[in-house]
C-alpha cells in the first residue's frame, strides 16, 4: 500500500461511491442512494462493497456506524452498536492463542486477509468482517 493510493467518499450504511468528485458539500453528507448513511473518506484500498458488512470505528475502539450488511449479519441495529467498544461485538479468530493483549493488536495491525468473528452472543461465523475494512483507512475527523 504506497502513499499514492487515492481517498474517496462511501457511504457508512450502504458502501455506494459520493456521487461527488471531491469532498461533499456539508449540506450533502448523507447518502443520496439510501438516505441513511453519513458519507465517509478512506483510501481506496479500504473502501468495502456493497456486500461487505463492516464497521466504523473510532480511535478509542468504539464502534460509530455499521453497514446495513453488518446489521444484518450481527443481528443487531446500528442503534444497539454505536458507542460499544469493538470488542463487545467481534473477537479475532485466533484470539485463543493470542491471550489478553491480542485483540488491539489485531485492530491496530489490520490486514485484508486478517478476519474477526463475531463475539459471544452474535453470529457463528464472520465472513464479511475483516479488519482492514473496519477499522483501517478511515482518516480521523
Same mark, same amino acid.
Given at each position: 500500500? $504506497?502513499?499514492?493510493?487515492?481517498?474517496?467518499? +462511501?457511504?457508512?450504511?450502504?458502501?455506494?461511491? &459520493? #456521487?461527488?468528485? %471531491?469532498?461533499? #458539500?456539508?449540506?450533502?453528507?448523507?447518502?443520496?442512494?439510501? %438516505?441513511? %448513511?453519513?458519507?465517509? /473518506?478512506?483510501?481506496?484500498?479500504?473502501?468495502? &462493497?456493497?456486500?461487505?458488512? +463492516?464497521? @466504523? @470505528?473510532?480511535? &478509542?475502539?468504539?464502534?460509530?456506524?455499521?453497514? =446495513? /450488511?453488518?446489521? =444484518? +449479519?450481527?443481528?443487531?441495529? /446500528?442503534?444497539? !452498536?454505536?458507542?460499544?467498544?469493538?470488542? /463487545?461485538?467481534?473477537?479475532?479468530?485466533?484470539?485463543?492463542?493470542?491471550?489478553?493483549? $491480542? +485483540?488491539?493488536?489485531?485492530?491496530?495491525? *489490520?490486514?485484508?486477509?486478517?478476519?474477526?468473528?463475531?463475539? *459471544? $452472543? %452474535?453470529?457463528?461465523?464472520?465472513? $464479511?468482517?475483516?479488519?482492514?475494512? &473496519? !477499522?483501517?483507512?478511515?482518516?480521523? #475527523?
Amino acid at each position: 500500500m $504506497g502513499h499514492d493510493v487515492p481517498w474517496l467518499w +462511501f457511504c457508512g450504511n450502504c458502501a455506494a461511491p &459520493s #456521487p461527488h468528485a %471531491g469532498p461533499p #458539500p456539508p449540506h450533502a453528507r448523507v447518502c443520496p442512494s439510501c %438516505g441513511l %448513511g453519513l458519507l465517509l /473518506e478512506a483510501r481506496e484500498d479500504a473502501i468495502p &462493497s456493497d456486500r461487505d458488512a +463492516f464497521l @466504523v @470505528v473510532d480511535s &478509542s475502539l468504539l464502534i460509530q456506524a455499521m453497514s =446495513r /450488511e453488518a446489521q =444484518r +449479519f450481527l443481528g443487531l441495529t /446500528e442503534q444497539d !452498536a454505536v458507542d460499544k467498544p469493538i470488542a /463487545e461485538l467481534l473477537v479475532p479468530a485466533d484470539a485463543e492463542a493470542q491471550g489478553r493483549t $491480542g +485483540f488491539a493488536a489485531a485492530i491496530t495491525q *489490520a490486514r485484508p486477509d486478517r478476519h474477526l468473528r463475531p463475539a *459471544a $452472543g %452474535g453470529a457463528d461465523r464472520a465472513r $464479511g468482517l475483516s479488519a482492514a475494512s &473496519s !477499522a483501517r483507512g478511515l482518516r480521523d #475527523p
